[in-house]
């Protein structure tokens, strides 16, 4: 099993940048999608981006495309989600999760469709 720790949450002003990591234990994560999800307060999970196993696919949620990148290390096993002009609507709790199914790739917008999750990490913008 694969064991996934975010990091780099805090509090920013609306226009500021973050970057989240993601590190994973327990084994290797390079031949597996990765991806990004958050939830706010009183709403679903909802996807943010994910990124194949070579990073030479990358997927974002029309709400982030052009703010937010996601990004891979394998040799060092963890997964980055840099968020730049934040905004206050991005508030909520970021989750890194993997597919958990050697090169495959399915519904990557759907949480149901990751086996393993991080515990989160917070993200407060404020305006």
């Known amino acids: 099993q694969v064991q996934l720790v975010e990091s780099g949450g805090g509090l920013v002003q609306t226009g500021g940048s973050l970057r989240l990591s993601c590190s994973a234990a327990?084994?290797?994560?390079?031949?597996?999608?990765m991806g990004w999800f958050r939830q706010a307060p009183g709403k679903e999970r909802e996807f943010v981006a994910a990124?194949?196993?070579?990073?030479?696919?990358?997927f974002y949620a029309d709400s982030v495309k052009g703010r937010f990148t996601i990004s891979r290390d394998n040799a060092k096993n963890t997964v980055h989600l840099q968020m730049n002009s934040l905004r206050p609507e991005d508030t909520a709790l970021y989750y890194c999760?993997?597919?958990?199914?050697?090169?495959?790739?399915?519904?990557?917008?759907?949480?149901?469709?990751?086996?393993?999750w991080g515990q989160g990490t917070q993200v407060t913008v404020s305006s």
């Open positions: 990124i194949r196993w070579d990073g030479d696919s990358t």
């Open positions: 327990g084994r290797t994560i390079s031949t597996y999608l």
């Open positions: 999760a993997e597919d958990g199914r050697r090169f495959h790739i399915g519904n990557v917008y759907r949480p149901a469709d990751y086996n393993y």
